[in-house]
């Protein structure tokens, strides 16, 4: 248990203060690899904010996220540079806090935390971004979605495809907007999901590097969920196929972000059904993921038959992971 600060040494307190100047810098370096390595910077971000609360404690990350944010600003200009730091920074410092805190289900709380308020500053970002900015992120990424659709078809114009293709990707041009606009809500909570569980990731390995061993999780490809969370997943889709004739909007939204969430989480369980045949099977790594690779140079039809697969693994325990294998093992 970290003793209060009036308890703490002058020597304590300068190590303190020398380490929270460190991390700000450090935090300042990793925002700016956010610029040109994107998602894979942003999944190193919170690691400083991380390590410097499960240390020093809420007061020092919180200042030294101030100061990173001070630091960004004639990069940025002002606020801009804080409110960037600001969008990475309160997972960083709550995933600490709870490994900091200790106690049973670390892992999965910290992962589940971060993610909620990863969601919540997402929101905010969003809206601060067109109130006091007037930007549109998710407009602009619309923007080159749909600028990327029209070059292929430029593409499949010039070197003599079928009328047929080129009509669907003009199609496709015109929907897209619409379409991406309504999966926002399941985009930004996987997004955010996927970014929660590599911070805690990222942040527990290099704390072992440091002689501080933190939980984690069970071995992926025995991951599986609860039949009951299945069945959560799928009821948004229930729901808007049966309020669609009385509200079309809505019953269009939760059909959409329900089939996205049910699509991708059951392709997932799928792929790791799959992973785990192969490894019963002594296939060499390389060989299972080229076999990944080949399910998704399929494309639809590679990730609907994964979908039904983790279906099919989520009500009848193809990988032997669930609550009664150890039994049916017993009992053979």
Known sequence: MPRPPEALTLR???????????????????????VFFGQLGLMAAPLPLFVLTYRRGVRAALLSAVVAGLVLSPFFG????????????????????????????????????????GVGVTILSLLASRLLFGLDPFQTLIDAQVKGVEAAQDLLRRVGAPPQQ?????????????????????????????????????????????????????????????????????????????????????????????????????????????????????????GRVLAVVALFLLGDPGIFAMAILGLVDLWFDLRRVGPRAPREEEEA
């Not at 304590?12 to 956010?34: D, F, I, K, N, Y």
């Not at 229930?238 to 939760?254: C, D, E, H, R, S």
């Open 166 to 286: 080129v009509e669907q990707m003009e199609r496709l041009a015109e929907q897209l907007p619409t379409f991406l606009r309504m999966v926002l809500p399941a985009a930004v909570l996987l997004g955010v999901l996927v970014w929660s569980y590599g911070s805690y990731t990222l942040a527990r390995h290099t704390l072992r590097r440091l002689g501080v061993f933190l939980p984690g999780f069970a071995p992926i490809l025995t991951w599986r969920l609860p039949p009951a969370v299945g069945v959560l997943l799928v009821l948004p889709v229930l729901v808007g196929a049966a309020i669609q004739p009385y509200a079309p909007g809505v019953g269009a939204v939760l059909v959409a972000n329900g089939f996205m969430l049910s699509l991708f989480v059951f392709a997932f369980l799928g792929i790791l059904t799959v992973l785990r045949y192969l490894e019963t099977r002594e296939v060499p790594r390389a």
């Open 12 to 34: 304590e307190r300068t190590a303190g203060m020398t380490e929270g100047a460190l991390l700000a810098a450090l935090t300042a370096l990793v925002a700016l690899l956010v």
């Open 78 to 117: 002002f606020p801009q540079g804080i409110l960037f730091v600001a969008a990475f920074a309160p997972m960083g410092i709550v995933q600490g806090l709870v490994a900091r805190q200790g106690g049973p289900a670390v892992a999965g709380k910290a992962v589940a935390l971060g993610g909620g308020v």
